[in-house]
């Protein structure tokens, strides 16, 4: 037996305090107890300030609807079942609620106008709100209180007296409060969200594929949480500068759950960079046709696996009007060359936004928050843009739960070959300069992590320093990264971090000595993917083959995928990996960075798959030292999992939270050397192929022209 009080949207209870956070729309709501407000606040109550009140007995239910306030108190012993659920009626309220920004989610969850100090004046025409209310800690996060509604009034549009509006709970009203120039792929997502960004995209597109009855209501939601009404706009235009058959209602939302908008049209597929920011997007489309260009000029297996590019350009918004300029990833466009990050320098380059520009792009990022980097209102108006033929078939997503395993070994084996045509791919000649103001900073903060500190500096590659110097930044921070983080990430291991972590990275070169004391490196930096995750995999089908059914294994497999059932056999669909999809977040670096996604993600701590890569792989991942090789460091330098545990931690999405997701068990774990163990182990079995320590040859950096 339970008691309930309910009060209506835009009446706060007494005794209850909203915070809206005005970086990322997080609601914090500071409330008592139930039992605590029925004992000290509700006897408080005049009559009229009263919630409406009754008493649910045993088997009864009781619906709560949207934006209703409500404290239940239980009588007696009892059991509760609740469940939230989206419904044709609060679709759109939760669209809203999921969208970036704070200003309308304190009117939407709580009541209140969450709205900036200099605004208040604007907003008087729409809610009435009391500046008393306001205090100094609240000022802070931006919390205003609005007028809440007098006794006995229930949410509505109608104007009082003084020509204001009272509180509406009313999606259209609701939604003035957005903030205009917060988008959802590149704002900071509220972790009070009952669901991640990509997550969002994803259930919106089953919808709109599974319910074509309701579009016109999904569309609705999907301009709220999305901004898909401002992209299908570029898409059209993108299209109709093309030549492209315009967009079919089948092909207006996005797909898929990457980090940028991305279309698939009936020939094509169409990828607007928008994640991180311009510059950010610019660094990625550049780099990535820098890539398809040296790939075009080398006889490398890779291009097979990888689609067509079509085209490629920038689309702006300029006065109202969209405006196209088609770019190659040479020179600057006069609309980016207008933008005030881009240094002089930069503009006479060939390729100005080439993977090494980006590899000093990416050392300015490291140990920056996402907050501090988020772009200008200035640059959000530019978007660079990809086309690139469409593969047959399917994404390894959404083939995951119907693949035999004989399949996932196949597409071990077909990863393991692609990345090694990858890793062996000759990179673009350093240009020293490109880094000078680099060795420029005195500001810098090295001391035992430093190049400098590292014997015979000469002899390490020029291409390793800046890859030194960014793991060196992205430790200053990884404490209180990984404190922010948080579950399920053991705190106890977060306390032991920084004396896991080396303090001079450059013994993640296997520098060793020869015979004659000369020191050499036992690596050379490589192209990397650096994003190998089950959406960027795309197989085909390519045959059906017979199964008994009966046998346990059989069985499993006839239910994933099995057609033409007759008897006891049947036949299951055969898939082959044919591609391997966006190379926007390329870089060039360690190639042990590739097996963290491919691991954690595409194979799932699935060591046999791990196993079965290495076997195609071949390639050795460092240089094998001769018995009278001294190697700098120690051993723990020498394992390749501890190299590969780093970079888990340093790495600056939260693959952490993955490993000790994947591995429930590591949440226990003592120490860092534990989890390196569970989760790398099979690393320190990897010999390469016989000879691997002669063949170092095959990992040096070669010029096109010399391949």
Known sequence: MWSW???????VPIGVTVHVNEEDGDVNIETPTSLQWWLDFYPLLADEDKPIECTQMPGETIFVPSGWWHCVLNLEPSIAVTQNFVNSKNFEF???????????????????????????????????????????????????????????????????????????????????????????????????NCIGQ????????????????????????????????????SLAEICAFHKLPSPTDDERLPVGTGSNPVYLMSNCVIKIFVDGGLETSLYGLGAELEFYSLLGKVKSPLKNHIPDILASGIIYLENGTYKIVPWDGNGVPDVIAKCNFIPEKVKGDVSPFGVWRKKQFEYRKAGVSTNESISSVEYTRIWPYLITKRCRGKIYAELRDTVSREDELNLASFLGEQLCNLHLLPHPPLNISTFSDIEQESDFPFTRGSIEAVPNKSNIPAEWDIFIRTLSKKKKDVSSRLVKWGDPIPSTLIEKVDKYIPDDFAKFLYIFKDENGVSNVGKSCSWIHSDIMDDNIHMELCGFNSCVIGNAKNTCLVKNGSLNVDGDRAERRTWCPSHILDFSNLSIGDPIYDLIPLYLDIFRGDCCLLKGFLD????????????????????KFGRLSYQAMCYCILHEENVLGAIFSLWDELKMAKSWEEVEQVVWGELNNYKGFPGSSTSLSLLEPKTPSTL
């Open 94 to 192: 939760v669209c809203l609620d999921m969208a970036p920004g704070y200003r309308h989610k304190g009117v939407c969850r709580a009541g209140l106008l969450a709205d900036d100090e200099g605004s208040i004046e604007d907003s008087t025409n729409h809610i009435l709100y009391d500046k008393d209310d306001y205090n100094s800690s609240d000022m802070t996060r931006k919390v205003k209180r609005v007028r809440t509604l007098k006794p006995g009034e229930y949410p509505s549009s109608e104007r009082t007296s003084n020509g204001a509006q009272a509180f509406s709970y009313d999606v259209n009203f609701l939604a003035m409060y957005l903030d205009e120039e917060r988008d959802h792929y590149n704002s900071p997502w509220s972790s009070g």
């Open 5 to 11: 009080a309910l009060y209506p949207p835009g009446r």
């Open 198 to 233: 990509r997550e969002m995209r994803e259930w919106l597109f089953k919808l709109w594929v599974g319910k074509p009855g309701m579009r016109d209501l999904i569309w609705k939601g999907a301009c709220l949480a999305l901004n898909a009404s401002k992209w299908s706009e």
């Open 616 to 635: 195609s792989y071949k390639l050795p991942l460092v240089r094998q030292a001769s018995p009278h090789e001294y190697i700098e460091g120690g051993d």
